[in-house]
């Protein structure tokens, strides 16, 4: 499979999948069904505003396209340490939605789901993601090892 992404791909996503909501719009399921690279994933996760909410983001990590590389950078941007803080969405109230896309790459990981990690991702070297190595004061739960690991891929994607 070819992996580039045309400069007309990146302006589609960029038109569909950023900052959406500050216009009034709403996210193009159909759109994001269409895609077939996973690369493209990773572009929307990694430019992704978190003020739009959690929900491409959740499309985008209960898809079987999603590579562990890119959930596991979804992860880590998420702030995953917070969220040890709450067992459950109704205790985490207002941001039970980003708790629940914490909680689902969590339980996808761990049953294997991401069956690709050809990106590579590291935790520790990504200065939009949480300190890996950090544990909330309150937590009630603890971020599994496996999580805190480097995906060796063969292919990294840069950001601007």
Known sequence: MDYTVSDDRLALLHA???????????????????IVNPVEYHIIAGNYNWDDGAEVLTWIVNSSLCD????????WRAQPDFYTQFLTAEEADYEAEVYILVRTI?????????QTSFIS?????DPMGADPDYHHPKEKWRIPPALTQPVQGELEVLFD
């Open 68 to 75: 562990a590389g890119t959930a596991l950078m979804i992860f």
């Open 16 to 34: 569909h999948f950023f900052e959406f909501s500050f216009d009034g719009r709403k996210p193009d399921r159909t759109i994001f069904e269409a």
């Open 106 to 114: 969590l339980d996808n990981w761990e049953a294997g789901f991401y």
């Open 121 to 125: 991702y590291n935790p520790k070297a």
